[in-house]
């Protein structure tokens, strides 16, 4: 991993986020950190970082204005966390920074897990049918683990109150989803 700093960087301060790490974290870095961004995410950025010894994976919503509900990091580092030691294959959470002051935003510190992510038909073509079998296999595996949990002994938050509220809202909408009819008949 090359060195990288905030400009290469853009939403990953590599100076602040060692600062507020040796606070938190205080036996956690053995040594300044370098970064990258991990490039395919739909979403939310995610960033290896380094100190030369160990890696880990930073997690932040994307730059600019989001709804604070559409890339909650604090809700997903909870529920991450909640299904370590469920069967569930998560990675370790390590640490949550809710204080949009260290990098803009929240974000929260996690495991790096080595692994290929296959996004397209065409890379799992190239590694075979044997393969791909064995992959599809293991994500059917994890989806079945998950459903298994039960998300409130668990200690994850569920998701059913969010939901219902956009529900709720569509469900005020008329009959085939169009807007509202006014005086005069016009939509």
């Known amino acids: 991993m090359s060195d990288r700093n905030r400009e290469d960087l853009p939403g990953l301060d590599l100076d602040r986020l060692a600062a507020w790490l040796a606070e938190v974290e ?23 970082i380094s100190d030369g010894r160990s890696a880990w994976i930073v997690r932040r919503p994307p730059l600019g204005h989001v709804l604070a509900t559409a890339h909650d990091m604090s809700r997903e580092y909870r529920v991450m966390t909640a299904l ?5 294959p998560v990675p370790a959470t390590y640490t949550l920074c ?8 929240p974000f929260y510190l996690m495991e790096r ?29 994890a989806l079945a683990a998950l459903h298994a949990v039960d998300p409130a002994a668990a200690g994850a938050i569920s998701p059913i109150p969010r939901r219902s509220a956009r529900l709720h809202g ?7 989803g169009g807007l509202p009819r006014t005086d005069d008949g016009v939509r």
């Open 98 to 105: 809710e204080d949009p002051d260290i990098l803009g935003a």
């Open 26 to 48: 205080p036996d956690l870095l053995a040594g300044p950190l370098t970064g990258r961004l991990i490039a395919g995410g739909k979403s939310n950025l995610t960033y290896e």
């Open 170 to 176: 569509r469900a005020r909408l008329p009959r085939g």
């Open 113 to 141: 897990v080595i692994g290929t992510p296959y996004r397209t038909a065409a890379e799992l073509a190239a590694i075979g049918a044997d393969r791909t079998r064995t992959i599809s296999t293991g994500m059917v595996y």
């Open 84 to 88: 370590a030691g469920t069967g569930v």
